[in-house]
């Protein structure tokens, strides 16, 4: 079974505005991750953050992490053409890492 | 410095042969990571390795073997190629468990 959930599945925004997709996982973490995938591409790490932190920031990207609720959102702000992607979150279980199924994010010029 | 890469881009099989899978970074990780991709169901962890010489079962192993000889590679093999085996292939690379992967351009892998 699938530890992460990402919500919505798919987003679709004009360019300048925000985008917020969230994750939900089902066990206790060391820390949560955030990925990106152009299409037909590998993932790129975007942001980490600890189980002991509950907001982050990495240029655009803001990243807030609820422990209680087992859920974490990521915000991306004045959102660019070249932000097109799936997003995806990723929680560790020991050495291993689970992958949500994404959020396909489009940004409409 | 070419970080991870994949070798190789594509490959289409027969049921029932065998193929390798090789991947290689030049980061000078400690752990490394092999990955499958479907539609719909995200990543898919197969086998990782915490060091040269040790590997371990991920969340789908079945039908797959792997093998660490030397720290810069990780090889996926399949030993007999099944049609659910198709899909894209991700290795990835970290410098302890619990940080960030890099990740490979992957392999598609078509099973007829």
């Known amino acids: 079974s699938q530890q992460g959930e990402e919500d919505p599945q798919a987003l679709s925004i004009q360019e300048g505005e925000n985008a917020t997709m969230n994750c939900s996982y089902k066990t206790s973490i060391n820390n949560l991750q955030w990925y990106r995938q152009n299409s037909g591409r590998g993932l790129v790490h975007l942001i980490l953050i600890r189980s002991n932190e509950r907001e982050k920031h990495s240029g655009r990207l803001r990243v807030t992490l609820d422990t209680s609720k087992k859920s974490s959102s990521l915000l991306i702000t004045a959102s660019r053409a070249a932000d097109t992607a799936s997003y995806f979150c990723?929680?560790?279980?020991?050495?291993?890492?689970?992958f949500g199924t994404g959020t396909s994010l489009t940004v409409i010029p | 410095n070419a970080g991870v890469t994949q070798t190789p881009k594509f490959r289409v099989l027969k049921t029932g042969q065998s193929m390798t899978l090789l991947c290689a970074q030049d980061m000078n990780h400690e752990y490394m990571y092999w990955y499958r991709q479907d539609p719909g169901m995200g990543l898919r962890l197969i086998h990782y390795s915490v060091g040269e010489g040790t590997t371990a079962k991920g969340e789908v192993p079945d039908g797959y073997n792997v093998s660490r000889l030397k720290k810069q590679n990780f090889l996926l093999g399949l030993e007999s190629a099944a049609p659910s085996q198709t899909s894209v292939y991700f290795c990835a690379s970290s410098v302890v468990g619990v940080e960030e992967q890099y990740f490979g351009p992957g392999t598609r892998l078509t099973v007829t």
């Open positions: 990723a929680t560790d279980v020991g050495n291993q890492f689970y």
